[in-house]
């Protein structure tokens, strides 16, 4: 069963990429170039960015959003389609993220 989130309820995102060969840099540079815009959107209550210390050009983001309205609102912001278009072209996997609750 899929939980369920209030309206109100604060989510989490969490992501993972694995930079295609040779695009490592190119993943970096994308990652901290939406840093500074998604931090300052008034529904995001934390952003940090990762890198592996064990597989080389893996890289990691995990937010945390006010609401759904929130990330409604950042998904759809030109800073974040630019960054989704961008990392598409440099990870060697789909695009996908997990957008979370809790465990209950």
Do not use: K, N
Not at 62 to 79: E, K
């Amino acid at each position: 069963m899929i939980p369920v989130a209030g309206p109100d309820a604060a989510l989490d995102l969490f992501a993972r990429f694995r930079a295609r060969a040779g695009c490592a840099e190119a993943l970096r540079a994308a990652i901290r170039e939406v840093e500074a815009p998604t931090r300052l959107e008034p529904g995001c209550l934390h952003y940090r960015a990762f890198e592996s210390v064990r597989v080389d050009g893996e890289f990691c983001i995990h937010s945390r959003w006010r609401d759904r309205a929130a990330f409604d609102l950042h998904a759809s912001l030109p800073h974040t389609v630019q960054f989704v278009a961008t990392v598409e072209t440099l990870i060697d996997h789909p695009f996908d993220v997990a957008l979370t609750i809790p465990m209950r």
